[in-house]
């Protein structure tokens, strides 16, 4: 079967560094993604990561790792604006119609 | 800005009434998808359709019923609603050359 973990919950102080693991076991593996989901909002996109290693944007960055069905994502510099959900999810199939199986989401809390 | 657009934010409907939810895209996407989303649960595919006229099941189709018959819409049916399709539902849509996925905004439903 196909599973995603990553933690329910999450607390961080503003201006602090969090990361954010996720681990997957999947077949068919193409591609995995994290967004951001505020409350009562659509997810939005963050990351893309194909290949392993790190990718930076901004304050955000995302890592992989194939072999060790590991990525994280890592958030600097935080801001009472990052209070949200995040998302892993895992693109199954290598096709503009990719499955996407996520994850049950981590909630970050941001705290002053 | 790629904009998907759901009918309505919140829906209360009686156990047994057939549902429609539409989903409208303005990027001329040709990948669709419908997500529920429950707490604990994440983001689970019912329903997704890669062309016009064409579906695919997702990980949990039973009760639902899709239709595709403009490429820019994609509408999502319960055929006889139930309390445990009490839920969020959450539109998706992807081009060709990119497998980020656009939501919507999301449609609150409540069976009672």
């Known amino acids: 079967g196909q599973n995603i973990d990553q933690p329910t919950e999450m607390t961080a102080t503003e201006g602090a560094i969090v990361q954010i693991n996720c681990t997957y076991q999947?077949?068919?593996?193409?591609?995995l993604f994290w967004y951001q989901q505020h409350a009562g909002e659509a997810p939005t996109f963050l990351s893309y990561?194909?290949?392993?290693g790190l990718e930076e944007k901004g304050r955000f960055s995302s890592f992989l790792s194939r072999s060790k069905g590991y990525s994280y994502l890592l958030l600097k510099e935080l801001q009472m604006k990052d209070s949200a959900s995040y998302l892993c999810a895992v693109s199954l199939v290598w096709s503009s119609a990719s499955k996407i199986i996520f994850g049950s989401g981590t909630r970050l809390s941001i705290r002053p | 800005d790629v904009k998907v657009t759901q009918s309505s934010r919140y829906l209360v409907k009686r156990t047994g009434e057939k549902v429609f939810l539409e989903c409208v895209q303005d990027?001329?996407?040709?990948?669709m998808f419908w997500y529920r989303q429950d707490p604990g649960l994440g983001l689970r595919l019912i329903y997704f359709s890669y062309d016009v006229k064409m579906k695919e099941k997702g990980d949990i189709p039973e009760g639902y019923s899709v239709s595709r018959e403009k490429k820019e819409r994609f509408s999502l049916i319960l055929e006889s609603a139930s309390t445990n399709q009490t839920s969020m539902y959450l539109c998706a849509s992807s081009g060709p050359l990119t497998y980020e996925q656009y939501f919507g905004p999301g449609t609150r439903l409540t069976v009672t």
């Open positions: 990561n194909v290949l392993d």
């Open positions: 999947t077949s068919g593996f193409n591609g």
């Open positions: 990027m001329d996407h040709e990948n």
